[in-house]
């Protein structure tokens, strides 16, 4: 079946370390996104890429970092900068360029606990 | 800059009875996709219905329906026939063809009432 993994669903980080969010898609979409939400406050843009090897900056991208070496991978990487990193994180793709119209795919989520 | 927002935090309706979810955006784009998700308990997103704005025709899905009133830059969603199975987060999200990314709202929770 054809969809979008997020691993792992719930994610334990002591202050200070980084930590990365897996996300990984069979669907042959050209782009990805990655998302933040919060209670009360929607979902928040992080980083997106509509292609292999680019990516640019959401609304919220200060203490985060990403890497899109491969079409189906698109990793998060919550770093020590992060001031505020224990949240819910959703990863998205959709077809992109080729089909403007098309509505984001979502991931299942993971939950991430700074203790 | 595109914006989303959604006024109303909570809602609730009785089961078999009808609500209307508000939503307003404003964007300087005329290429762009408006759409509705639900995220149920689980927390998994799922499209609801989709607008081209450029058709005028208001998009339906079974007992999913909206209101797109362009030039008011507003897209309410009508939920018919509420079912137990729709008390869930709703998000109103609008897609642009210039910047290719996704601006969400934040949400609305309905409950239905049995």
């Known amino acids: 079946d054809g969809g979008i993994t997020q691993s792992p669903k719930y994610l334990f980080r002591k202050e200070g370390q980084n930590v990365t969010l897996s996300c990984e898609q069979n669907l042959n979409h050209d782009a990805m996104y990655w998302y933040r939400q919060d209670p009360g406050q929607g979902l928040r843009l992080i980083y997106y890429?509509?292609?292999?090897?680019?990516?640019q900056k959401g609304d919220i991208a200060e203490g985060y970092s990403v890497s899109r070496e491969k079409k189906e991978s698109f990793p998060l990487t919550v770093t020590s900068a992060q001031k505020n990193p224990t949240a819910f994180y959703l990863c998205?793709?959709?077809?992109?360029?080729?089909?403007?119209?098309?509505?984001?795919?979502f991931g299942q989520g993971t939950r991430l606990t700074v203790v | 800059a595109q914006t989303v927002t959604q006024s109303q935090p909570e809602m609730s309706v009785q089961e078999a009875e009808t609500v209307t979810l508000s939503c307003t955006y404003d964007?300087?784009?005329?290429?762009?996709?408006l759409f509705w998700y639900k995220q149920p308990p689980s927390r998994q997103m799922i499209l609801v219905i989709r607008?081209?704005?450029?058709?005028?025709q208001n998009a339906t899905e079974n007992r999913f329906s909206v209101n797109f009133q362009k030039a008011a830059k507003s897209f309410s969603l009508k939920i018919s026939d509420s079912q137990l199975g729709d008390t869930a987060m709703y998000f109103c999200?609008?897609?642009?063809?210039?910047?290719?990314?996704?601006?969400f709202g934040t949400g609305t929770r309905l409950k239905v009432l049995a």
């Open positions: 999200a609008l897609f642009t063809s210039g910047t290719y990314k996704y601006i």
């Open positions: 964007t300087s784009e005329n290429n762009y996709y």
């Open positions: 890429s509509q292609i292999v090897n680019d990516f």
């Open positions: 607008q081209e704005a450029y058709k005028q």
């Open positions: 998205a793709s959709s077809m992109g360029l080729l089909l403007k119209n098309t509505e984001a795919f």
